[in-house]
């Protein structure tokens, strides 16, 4: 037995080893006591009852992951781990637009423009509400934008433009009581709010220190939370992974715990004054951390009665392909677990350009749930939620006989499988290139970003002897050549491996090729469990989890953790690949979407092996950097730089897309270096704590450069700027030069 004291919220608890608990020193504390120690699963639990008022506020907890330090509650953090349920909210009004699980996922965007510029932003909203968005983000940073925003307000109503305007505040609680007065909703950033700008430090607060702290920010926002309630307002009370202040980051770390204390002090104090119109956010860069983060915040939520809704978005996600692809991997996830009543997109592009994409994600969240797509019930004991924990699978080895080498069919980090067809077959040497293979003298070489197997559903006649050379060379560099099992046993390509299906495997067709010969599985993962258990005696080399596409209610997601459940309490530990295929005509936005969603939903949880997209009328490239871009996205392998860039808003000093577009022509040939372009300071030194060096605008015309959270070098002339953060790469031994073509 143990005692101690925690916060009602049963937020912040520690252990080490399980022996002891190191207590977060937050308000409302309670006394416990009776901390039970009890079996479940294969862990020990803590069982804590508020000893003050037995029976009420009980929470179970356990550990992350197994040996994790981080207990979390055992309550769930979605309404159904099978299929996609939205999650019940209360309703949250926004002006005259509800959020909430009773209506439709919300759009929003944000402005770019200088709000001090009232026609400029005027126009702005008017572009964006024109695309169909719901909820437009302005940034107030000062008393004369808060006084632009009451013209801005006023001119859009006399345009018939009754949008909701949110204002975005940072480090100024008097400019949001100022802008409360004309806008519908207040995002207040709770790591700079009330609290000084991080300086990354580690501090020591006694009990009284933190208690007068809390004490200071309940002065500075019960009079916003007054302000909003007398004026009918809305709040989103909105973390940063990026801007957590020093004082959260020395007791939680810079950590999804961190995150969601963050913002339970600013709630705690909204329902302390009967403030209930609010919703939460946890925005990070990373999808990991940022899917982390909420489920944290739900599951918490769970446990205390809480039903605000949520605003999803991972933040500085960048432009192109790479932005939408992190947005779809983070958001996507989420909504497939029924998480979600409002959405941004955020790229480093005009803000009407994220509308669209936008609304594919929400009509993938709203379609999953409508259908409420998934699969049969069943028990989930093996996924980690909170805590990222990659499930690997047993990479290829080389057996005694075999003529090639088969390990490198499958990539340690993640791999990338594409489908290659008779017509690419006839010119051998493009379809090397498109594979990213070097070309020595005509002939192919792996290198850091080469496809690692192909799947031909058709081969060659036996006679087309120069398409069968181009795979045996390909072959012979351990690229995987995946074929049905029928062209095989008909038109049979030597050292290919055989894609069978369970049923195959069931009939026992698969015994009529060759004595060792290589199968990959095709595994739906919603079969009967009878079917299933014929892997337990068939020697893989891997497993593609394949829906068709046709399949409305079957939801992909929840058929693989079914699988991979099933997988790992059989230890069966074949590697697995997420095999998704598009109709014709798929639009491209769809497809990234699609992919980063089906299958980042699943990497995000550390489930899987690789990728393998097909889309008949696709570009081939753009096929095979969707794959890359997922892998890299998930924190899986790293095939080019990484940036984190924001979307720019009313604080940006420079031109943001002109300055991303120049320092990634200059740079993005350096995988495993991580880029911060950051517009101005209010997310950068945060934000860049998952960045190697940052490029952030400090004044106007003037850049600072950091590596890590430091700033190195300051006031740099932006003309300068570009070349000043290569020679700082350089500095750093970061810096190769680019590949020139063969």
């Not at 480093?348 to 699969?375: F, H, S, Y």
């Not at 690997?392 to 990338?416: A, N």
């Not at 337990?536 to 058929?559: C, F, G, N």
Request: aromatic fraction near 6%; include cysteine.
């Amino acid at each position: 037995m143990a005692t101690g004291a925690v916060p009602a919220s049963f937020t912040g608890l520690k252990t080490r080893d399980h022996r002891g608990l190191g207590l977060a020193k937050v308000s409302e504390f309670v006394k416990v006591s009776d901390l039970q120690r009890v079996k479940f699963r294969r862990t020990k639990i803590a069982v804590i009852r508020n000893s003050t008022n037995p029976g009420s506020e009980t929470v179970e907890l356990e550990p992350a992951s197994e040996g994790s330090p981080l207990l979390v509650p055992r309550q769930k953090y979605c309404e159904s781990i099978h299929k996609t349920i939205r999650r019940k909210t209360r309703t949250v009004m926004v002006g005259n637009v509800a959020l909430g699980s009773e209506h439709p996922i919300r759009i929003q965007t944000m402005t770019t423009t200088d709000t001090k510029d009232v026609a400029a932003t005027v126009e702005q909203v008017m572009r964006i509400a024109d695309q169909g968005a719901d909820i437009v983000r302005i940034t107030v940073q000062g008393r004369k934008e808060a006084d632009a925003c009451f013209d801005i307000k006023n001119t859009l109503v006399q345009k018939n433009y009754n949008i909701p305007l949110v204002a975005d505040i940072h480090f100024a609680p008097p400019v949001a009581m100022r802008v409360a007065e004309c806008f519908d909703k207040i995002r207040v950033n709770p790591g700079n709010f009330a609290d000084r700008r991080a300086q990354f430090e580690q501090l020591e607060y006694t009990d009284d220190d933190y208690q007068k702290e809390l004490e200071h920010i309940e002065k500075v926002f019960s009079p916003l939370v007054e302000k909003c309630k007398e004026y009918g307002r809305a709040m989103r009370i909105g973390t940063n992974h990026g801007s957590l202040s020093d004082r959260i980051m020395s007791y939680y770390g810079d950590s999804p715990r961190g995150m969601v204390e963050s913002a339970f002090e600013y709630a705690r104090i909204c329902r302390k004054l009967d403030f209930h119109n609010f919703v939460f956010s946890m925005k990070a860069s990373n999808p990991v951390i940022m899917v982390q983060a909420y489920r944290l915040l739900v599951a918490e939520m769970n446990v205390l009665g809480w039903d605000y809704p949520l605003h999803l978005g991972v933040t500085e996600a960048g432009e192109g392909e790479d932005g939408r692809m992190k947005s779809a991997i983070g958001i996507g996830t989420l909504l497939m677990d029924g998480l979600g009543d409002t959405i941004r997109v955020s790229l480093t592009e005009a803000p009407e350009e994220e509308i669209d994409p936008c609304k594919r994600l929400a009509n993938l969240g709203m379609r999953g749930a409508e259908l409420q797509k998934g699969v049969a019930p069943f028990e989930e004991k093996h996924r980690r939620y909170f805590d990222f924990q990659r499930r690997s699978g047993q990479l290829p080895v080389q057996k005694e006989g075999e003529e090639v080498d088969y390990r490198g069919v499958l990539h340690r980090d993640g791999s990338v499988l594409m489908s290659v067809s008779l017509n690419q077959l006839k010119a051998p040497e493009q379809l090397y290139k498109v594979l990213a293979a070097k070309l020595i003298v005509g002939m192919p070489f792996k290198d850091l970003a080469t496809v690692d197997s192909i799947l031909v559903r058709e081969l060659p006649p036996q006679d087309d002897k120069n398409a069968r050379l181009a795979l045996k060379r390909l072959i012979d560099i351990s690229m995987g050549v995946i074929t049905p099992l029928s062209e095989q046993l008909t038109k049979r390509l030597p050292n290919a491996l055989a894609l069978v299906t369970l049923k195959e495997l069931l009939s026992g067709a698969h015994k009529l090729l060759p004595e060792g010969s290589r199968l990959a599985v095709s595994v739906r993962g919603d079969e009967p469990y009878e079917e299933l258990e014929i892997l337990k005696s068939t020697d893989a080399t891997m497993i593609l989890h394949y829906i068709p596409y046709s399949e409305e209610k079957t939801s992909r997601v929840h058929a693989a953790r079914r699988l991979f459940e099933y997988l790992d309490k059989n230890s069966l530990n074949f590697p697995v690949i997420h095999h998704i295929e598009f109709p014709k005509q798929v639009h491209r936005d769809d497809l990234v979407i699609g992919s980063g969603t089906n299958a980042g939903a699943l990497l995000v949880d550390g489930l899987g092996d690789g990728i393998l997209l097909e889309a008949p009328d696709q570009d081939f490239e753009f096929l095979r950097n969707t794959s890359f871009n997922l892998l890299q996205g998930c924190r899986m392998r790293n095939t080019k730089t990484e940036y984190v860039s924001c979307p720019s808003c009313g604080r940006t000093l420079f031109d943001l897309q002109e300055i991303s577009a120049e320092i990634r022509e200059k740079t993005s040939h350096l995988p495993g270096v991580s880029i911060a372009i950051m517009g101005c300071i209010v997310n950068g030194p945060g934000e860049m704590a998952d960045a190697d060096f940052g490029y952030v605008g400090g004044a106007p015309g003037k850049i600072d450069l950091y590596v890590g959270k430091t700033v190195v070098k300051r006031a740099i002339a932006m003309e300068q700027a570009t070349d000043a953060l290569i020679d700082l790469i350089k500095e750093h031994g970061r810096w190769v030069d680019p590949p020139t073509e063969e």
